[in-house]
């Protein structure tokens, strides 16, 4: 690649960085469950799925060149770009002893606007990883939501109808 080449890849992505974070992005903070959840008391008791959840989506976005601001409850009229997400499902299995076989579902919509720019359902499944036998519950169930973080701030990168992100 010549160097006339890599100046202009280099300014397309400085172009297209500063497209994505010139509207902040707002997202609700804890991640509301959905009303139709069916999860475990103790989950929501304990696990704070829905706060680590945006933290990570905040954490991850951040690194994608995508500036967060967090609020409580739904978007504000004065929101230009609003991600309204709920955790659809959290199912805690099994134990440090028997092996952990947890998982964080979620949905998802994009609005720019009034107008929904893009949709999404995920799902991430973990037995813990390394060392899964020194880990509690939550703390599996946490590994989830931040892998779900990830996921969807890479889909905010490109944002698209139905996307099934995760391990769907």
């Known amino acids: 690649m010549n160097v006339l080449s890599r100046c202009a890849a280099a300014l397309a992505t400085l172009a297209f960085s500063l497209a994505v974070s010139a509207t902040e992005l707002v997202v609700p903070k804890p991640v509301p469950f959905s009303e139709d959840n069916e999860i475990a008391g103790n989950i929501k008791r304990e696990c704070?799925?829905?706060?680590?959840?945006a933290i990570y989506i905040g954490e991850f976005a951040q690194?994608?060149?995508i500036d967060v601001r967090f609020v409580d409850g739904d978007?504000?009229?004065s929101a230009s770009r609003?991600?309204?997400i709920e955790i659809r499902d959290a199912v805690s299995m099994g134990n440090a002893f028997i092996g952990h076989r947890k998982s964080t579902s979620v949905r998802g919509k994009l609005y720019e606007g009034?107008?929904?720019i893009g949709s999404f359902r995920g799902r991430r499944d973990s037995m813990g990883?390394?060392?899964?036998?020194y880990k509690g519950s939550c703390s599996v169930l946490g590994r989830t939501v931040k892998a779900l973080g990830k996921d969807i701030a890479e889909?905010?990168?490109a944002p698209s109808m139905d996307a099934?992100?995760?391990d769907l």
């Open 155 to 157: 889909w905010l990168i």
């Open 75 to 77: 978007a504000p009229e």
């Open 114 to 116: 009034d107008e929904v």
């Open 82 to 84: 609003y991600l309204a």
């Open 48 to 53: 704070d799925l829905g706060n680590k959840l």
């Open 129 to 133: 990883g390394a060392f899964a036998g």
């Open 63 to 65: 690194l994608k060149g």
């Open 164 to 166: 099934d992100i995760g």
